[in-house]
């Protein structure tokens, strides 16, 4: 892959309106989901994401094979990389959640996007306002 490509850090919350053609911003995040697949980008997220991602396709449509189809499509496509939740990078999350005031799992998240120095991807607009000045953070229509 090129090193001029974009690296977006995506949040959940952006996966789950992709694949849900009912949720608000579906095509702006389909659109941004299939940059990665075309190559036009890259995406790194921490591994915690399949979790929350598979669990909620599987509650919203009470359909576990469609849950684990997204899973094994996302672990099995390489525009797409999920960083090891370690106990160094935990911590790191945990303070800089305490800090900026974010949810557990959203810490998670914002911290990846700030040790990939990538831009990250949210729905979430709580997300995108408490997110360190040194974290570019976008909705998918301004990814």
Do not use: K, Y
């Amino acid at each position: 892959m090129a090193d001029d490509i974009p690296v977006w850090t995506l949040d959940t919350s952006v996966f789950i309106a992709a694949f849900r053609p009912a949720e608000p911003r579906h095509d702006a995040a389909l659109a941004l989901l299939d940059r990665v697949i075309r190559g036009e980008g890259r995406a790194e997220m921490p591994a915690t994401v399949l979790t929350e991602l598979a669990c909620a396709v599987a509650r919203r449509t009470d359909d576990e094979a469609a849950a684990i189809d997204v899973l094994e499509f996302l672990r099995g496509h390489a525009g797409f990389s999920f960083v090891p939740v370690t106990p160094d990078r935990a911590a790191a999350a945990a303070r800089l959640g305490a800090r900026l005031r974010l949810r557990g799992m959203d810490a998670l998240v914002v911290e990846v996007a700030a040790q990939a120095r990538a831009t990250l991807v949210t729905l979430d607009d709580e997300m995108r306002a408490r997110s360190p000045a040194e974290v570019r953070a976008r909705s998918p229509e301004a990814a």
